[in-house]
């Protein structure tokens, strides 16, 4: 089993920061692309920014030059760092990691429980 844990959200004023963290966790093998997505309420999930293995990031244009994704391959472990948050910002955020776990021949995304994230104006 891979358990994804997040940690970081809350409440934070309109330019503030937050730093998200999320912990994969179990039978891991190797572990492809980490990444965050986010939902905020009536909403579909939309992709935040990713980093892969090689350390190639992938940012959304409605979070570049404010929002920074990064890794530490040791722990597992991947963080976003949000600066100047908005209210637009205010969703659940969800991380995932693309895994290979011990026992099965292929890649498979794993997803966190969530974080809210709510920016006030």
């Known amino acids: 089993q891979v358990q994804l844990v997040e940690s970081g959200g809350g409440l934070v004023q309109a330019g503030g920061s937050l730093r998200l963290s999320c912990a994969a966790s179990?039978?891991?093998?190797?572990?492809?692309?980490m990444g965050w997505y986010r939902q905020a309420p009536g909403k579909q999930r939309d992709l935040v920014a990713t980093?892969?293995?090689?350390?190639?990031?992938n940012t959304a244009d409605s979070t570049k030059g404010r929002f920074t994704i990064s890794r530490d391959y040791a722990k597992n472990t991947v963080y976003l760092q949000m600066n100047s948050l908005q209210p637009e910002d205010t969703a659940v955020y969800y991380c995932?990691?693309?895994?290979?776990?011990?026992?099965?021949?292929?890649?498979?995304?794993?997803w966190g429980q969530g974080t809210q994230v709510t920016v006030s104006a």
């Open positions: 995932y990691a693309a895994v290979l776990a011990l026992g099965t021949p292929y890649f498979l995304d794993y």
């Open positions: 179990g039978s891991i093998r190797s572990i492809d692309d």
């Open positions: 980093i892969s293995s090689g350390a190639s990031a």
